[in-house]
């Protein structure tokens, strides 16, 4: 009991109060500028906090952390302008909301289904860690590499209309993301000799062009039509909806903190893994999900930030970073004298209560802030798209610009602008590419870790995968979910479903 009094330190003291109110402020409206990562901003602050005392640098770190989590959500549900990966499936179902004049309800919502998710990821860390993390540490490569083709497989639940050209977008992503030098034997993919490829293609960058100047370029087909108005009657949700989505809340929100603690995974694959399961496991949404679904805004925003507490787990249990935002937290810690994992649980157990107790406070203030303002963010939509068009263009130019300062990344936004326009126009979602360029990666690098780790011999590979419980319960839901998004399997449950 006396290491646990650690997690009211943060609340006796004004000053560590004031910082984590302050990041967490600073958080959510830097998430909400496409471009302006957290861990940009993070990486920032270790410059800055350099000389100060350990609890009031982390504390501003931790509050940046999880209010940068949720502001992806606002320009996501305005503008269809995802702040952040984590946000990319709150935009399928928000924006149409915002279209529909509902941008003050599908905030709130997301806001409360936000802090309820945050609650539970901070929870599970206080209680289960040690837990957890001995559980994510029996992931091996095939295992991470079974999971990026769970993640593949999502293209069925991002793709509104036909299965085929899903998986051409998902595949299109997955080429996308492995343009560049290859990271373990250095040799060029997919550059033609061209020097400026070989750096790779900013992820940023086509997620803002897809989403951000594709978007203007659609509005420019309807500029005389008058502007949405919205209704702000009711913006925090019915204790009846929240009470309704508590079942698919708490499972995506442990979905969440399991995907969160594994290393190199973060908060954009938990969300995205958690629409899908919201989609097949909701029998009856309040909408189609791509159309507005309360469903669809439920689950990812529980699940990416709950997986803040789930990234923190293998950070203080192990010293080993969750995503990158924990990843410069450790190098924070480093620099401060402390000695992330283990060790630290064990010398330090305050530290670990104190940095459980500022994710608490930066949660309640997640809260506040996010369902203060509302009001005046909602005007972004009702304003005439002769002014909305050019800010729309102009936060995608400074995003894009802002990720590695290169006018590099402002034309490959533009010309993936122009591209994600034609395939909108063509009936191409644009979700799976972004998720092929995500997991591109994941795949790719756990793929050769696991096939060279059985000395390129893909039978010991396979018998491992069968041999372990693990690999063996990933290699089912893989074939289940793939065999679910068959037509054959769609025509026999329609058939089923028909009555009698």
């Known amino acids: 009991m006396e290491h646990v009094l650690a997690l009211f330190t ?7 109060l004031l910082l984590v109110g302050l990041g967490t402020f600073a958080g959510v409206y ?21 000389s100060w005392d350990v609890l009031p640098a982390i504390s501003l770190m931790i509050g940046i952390y999880m209010g940068g989590v949720y502001g992806g959500s606002r320009t996501a ?14 935009a399928l179902d928000g924006y ?27 929870l599970v860390l206080a209680l289960l860690a040690p837990f957890v993390a001995d559980f994510a540490l029996t992931f091996q490569p095939r295992d991470y590499m079974l999971l990026a083709v769970l993640g593949i497989l999502l293209v069925g639940s991002l793709s509104s209309g036909s299965l085929v ?14 343009v560049g030098m290859d990271p373990l034997t250095f040799t060029e993919r997919f550059t ?47 204790f009846g909806t929240i009470k309704k989505h508590l079942p698919l809340s708490i499972q995506t929100s442990s979905l969440g903190v399991l995907i969160g603690a594994l290393p190199g995974t973060g908060g954009d694959i938990a969300a995205l893994m958690a629409y899908d399961h919201a989609k097949r496991v909701t029998k009856n949404p309040s909408r189609k999900f791509g159309d507005g679904a309360i469903e669809g805004l439920v689950a990812p925003e529980t699940a990416n930030n709950a997986a803040v507490g789930g990234a923190f787990i293998p950070m203080m249990t192990l010293g080993i970073p969750g995503d990158a935002v924990t990843a410069i937290m450790i190098g924070a810690l480093f620099i401060h004298g402390l000695n992330p994992g283990p060790m630290l649980m064990v010398e330090q157990p305050n530290m670990f209560w104190f940095i459980v107790g500022a994710l608490i406070m930066a949660n309640f203030f997640m809260l506040i802030f996010g369902l203060t303002g509302i009001k005046l963010f909602t005007k972004i939509v009702e304003m005439p798209r002769s002014v909305l068009i050019p800010l729309i263009l102009l936060l995608s130019i400074v995003g894009a610009y802002a990720v590695n300062n290169s006018i590099t990344d402002v034309y490959w936004m533009l010309g993936f602008g122009i591209f994600g326009y034609f395939m909108r126009h063509y009936g191409y979602p644009l979700g799976p590419v972004i998720l092929g360029v995500i997991l591109s990666r994941l795949l790719d690098d756990n793929w050769r870790r696991a096939i060279i780790s059985e000395r390129e011999d893909l039978g010991r590979f396979f018998y491992g995968i069968v041999t372990s419980p693990l690999s063996l319960v990933l ?10 998004q068959t037509p054959l399997w769609t025509m026999f449950r329609k058939k089923d479903t028909q009555p009698k």
Do not use: W
Not at 10 to 16: D, G, N, R, T
Not at 475 to 484: C, E, G, N, Q, Y
């Open 10 to 16: 943060v609340f006796a003291h004004p000053q560590l």
């Open 30 to 50: 830097v998430g909400a500028i496409p471009g302006l990562s957290v861990t940009m901003a993070v990486s920032i602050l270790i410059s800055f906090t350099f």
């Open 77 to 90: 549900i305005l503008l269809n302008i995802p702040g952040a990966p984590s946000a990319i499936a709150t």
């Open 96 to 122: 149409p909301m915002a279209q529909r004049g509902e941008a003050g309800e599908a905030i709130g919502v997301t806001t409360v289904m936000s802090f309820f998710g945050g609650f539970i990821g901070i």
């Open 165 to 178: 050209k899903g998986i051409f977008s998902g595949a299109l992503g997955i080429g996308i993301g492995a």
């Open 192 to 238: 033609f000799d061209i020097p400026l490829l070989q750096q790779g293609i900013s992820f940023i960058a086509v997620m803002i062009g897809m989403f951000g100047v594709s978007e203007a370029l659609m509005q420019l087909h309807h500029v005389e039509k008058a502007a949405v108005r919205q209704k702000i009657s009711r913006i925090v949700p019915s």
């Open 475 to 484: 290699l089912v839901a893989v074939i289940l979910i793939f065999v679910s």
